[in-house]
């Protein structure tokens, strides 16, 4: 094994699943960002810096396109050039690839939204048997973005649901995806560029123009994780009992492009299918409504904590066979060397 380390053809690939299995031992070290800031959020300092500079109500619309186009560039830029330059300098330290993996596994995680996914369905149940949604209201704002006081049970239920098919593909199977590709500057690239979408990337008077290049590019890097993210919940369905990939991988195909996103409906449709649950549906919003159509093959709305600990199940599933995918590489060149 230590000769194969020192080949080209296995270090990165030992480097990414190095990374993904710290990211699922320890997950981000809360602790280690009391003293540093987490990259992520030194990436939003630079993106808050550069819009509140850049991004004038005065100037016209084609300028403010514009604009924004060159901050999420600059952005997007700066974030690889740093990947590029640790990943290098590390290349020159022995076992270097080690100290690679723990930084690629605090910008990967698999981990740190299960255990928010999980902390949903243990709060709300600890809150229903006081007769009381406020617990499970409380963690579910930690997930999403709508408005936790017009959520009932079956509401706090399908969030934390959708929350975990569409950040999967966002926060696990994409970072994994473009890691696999092009190492560190790929992960830094794609992490600054879902940060932008996250920060400026929203339909409204203020980013609608501003924001709209990195909302598009956004979609772009994960047309394909999307993708693999709902295939991967296909195929753990076949050890989840009474789930059923078959009518998972019929309920995405059918029903991913009713999503108003071009990559989330993807996730959301391989879950809703896979368990018989309905996702997706009006949603409540600060400020406005969301009216989108029912995911699902006829499934049910009227979801409890027990439903989403059955959909963790699919959840860890989907991880492994991940990991399986990130690992092919490695065990099928392995097979032909020995």
Same mark, same amino acid.
């Given at each position: 094994?230590?000769?194969?380390?020192?080949?080209?053809?296995?270090?990165?690939?030992? %480097?990414?699943?190095?990374?993904?299995?710290?990211?699922? =031992?320890?997950?981000?070290?809360?602790?280690?960002?009391?003293?540093?800031?987490?990259?992520? =959020?030194?990436?939003? &300092?630079?993106?808050?810096?550069?819009? %509140?500079?850049?991004?004038?109500?005065?100037?016209?619309?084609?300028?403010?396109?514009? /604009?924004?186009?060159?901050?999420?560039?600059?952005? =997007?830029?700066?974030?690889?050039?740093?990947?590029?330059?640790?990943?290098?300098?590390?290349?020159? =330290?022995?076992?270097?690839?080690?100290?690679?993996?723990?930084?690629?596994?605090? #910008?990967?995680?698999?981990?740190?939204?299960?255990?928010?996914?999980?902390?949903?369905?243990?709060?709300?149940?600890?809150?229903?048997?006081?007769?009381?949604?406020?617990? +499970?209201?409380?963690?579910?704002?930690?997930?999403? +973005?709508?408005?936790?006081?017009?959520?009932?049970?079956?509401?706090?239920?399908?969030?934390?649901?959708?929350?975990?098919?569409?950040?999967?593909?966002?926060?696990?199977?994409?970072?994994?995806? !473009?890691?696999?590709?092009?190492?560190?500057?790929? /992960?830094?690239?794609?992490?600054?560029?879902?940060?932008?979408?996250?920060?400026?990337?929203?339909?409204?008077?203020?980013?609608?123009?501003?924001?709209?290049?990195?909302?598009?590019?956004?979609?772009?890097?994960?047309?394909?994780?999307?993708?693999?993210?709902? #295939?991967?919940?296909?195929?753990?369905?076949?050890?989840?009992?009474?789930?059923?990939?078959?009518? +998972?991988? &019929?309920?995405? #195909?059918?029903? *991913?492009?009713?999503?108003?996103?071009?990559?989330?409906? !993807?996730?959301?449709?391989?879950?809703?299918?896979?368990?018989?649950?309905?996702?997706?549906?009006?949603?409540?919003?600060?400020?406005?409504?969301?009216?989108?159509?029912?995911?699902?093959?006829?499934?049910?709305?009227?979801?409890?904590?027990?439903?989403?600990?059955? *959909?963790?199940?699919?959840?860890? +599933?989907?991880?492994?066979?991940?990991?399986?995918?990130?690992?092919?590489?490695?065990?099928?060149?392995?097979?032909?060397?020995?």
């Amino acid at each position: 094994m230590s000769y194969l380390v020192q080949e080209p053809l296995f270090l990165p690939i030992l %480097t990414l699943i190095t990374a993904i299995l710290i990211d699922i =031992v320890v997950g981000d070290p809360a602790w280690l960002y009391r003293y540093i800031p987490h990259p992520v =959020v030194m990436i939003g &300092k630079a993106i808050e810096l550069g819009e %509140t500079r850049l991004n004038r109500s005065k100037d016209t619309r084609i300028t403010r396109i514009f /604009l924004g186009a060159i901050l999420t560039l600059g952005i =997007v830029s700066l974030a690889s050039a740093l990947g590029l330059i640790l990943s290098r300098s590390l290349g020159q =330290v022995s076992h270097g690839w080690i100290i690679e993996s723990i930084l690629a596994s605090s #910008l990967i995680a698999y981990r740190g939204l299960g255990t928010a996914v999980r902390n949903v369905a243990k709060e709300l149940a600890r809150g229903l048997e006081a007769r009381s949604l406020k617990e +499970g209201r409380v963690a579910i704002s930690h997930l999403v +973005g709508r408005d936790p006081e017009s959520l009932n049970e079956a509401g706090i239920c399908r969030a934390a649901i959708e929350s975990m098919a569409e950040n999967f593909s966002d926060g696990v199977v994409a970072p994994v995806f !473009w890691f696999a590709l092009f190492g560190l500057p790929g /992960l830094c690239a794609y992490k600054a560029i879902n940060t932008l979408d996250s920060m400026i990337g929203h339909k409204n008077d203020r980013y609608e123009a501003f924001g709209k290049f990195a909302a598009r590019l956004d979609d772009l890097v994960n047309l394909i994780p999307a993708r693999l993210a709902g #295939l991967f919940y296909v195929f753990a369905a076949l050890f989840v009992p009474g789930a059923s990939s078959f009518r +998972g991988l &019929k309920v995405m #195909l059918r029903d *991913a492009g009713q999503h108003r996103s071009p990559n989330a409906g !993807w996730q959301e449709a391989a879950v809703a299918g896979t368990l018989g649950f309905a996702l997706a549906g009006p949603r409540v919003y600060p400020g406005y409504v969301v009216d989108d159509p029912w995911m699902g093959d006829g499934g049910r709305t009227e979801l409890a904590a027990s439903d989403i600990n059955r *959909a963790l199940k699919l959840y860890v +599933g989907a991880g492994a066979w991940m990991l399986i995918a990130a690992s092919s590489p490695l065990l099928v060149t392995g097979i032909f060397y020995f």
